[in-house]
């Protein structure tokens, strides 16, 4: 005799049921994938934030600094002159 209460009664059989095995594998899948992304990210910052190591600079290393354009201590003319060669781009720029 059948028990209707018992739990292969209420799987769905065919087709129905091959295509809810297959979705709940590929959520599975799908999950594991996820989890496994998140944990190599995660791995990737922790091991990114604990390594401690610096920049190696010789130690006769000099700063090379290459400015470009006129260098200026302190701009030119009065404030309001200057606000009004910024809205018309005419002028030097400082």
Known sequence: MHDPSSSSANRPRGLWGALVAF?????????????????????????ALSTDTQPSLPSKAALVVQPKGILVEQLSGDPTARAIEALMDSGPSE
């Open 23 to 47: 979705g709940r594998a590929f959520d599975l899948g799908r999950r594991i994938l996820i989890n496994l992304v998140f944990l190599f990210l995660l791995l990737l910052v922790i091991s």
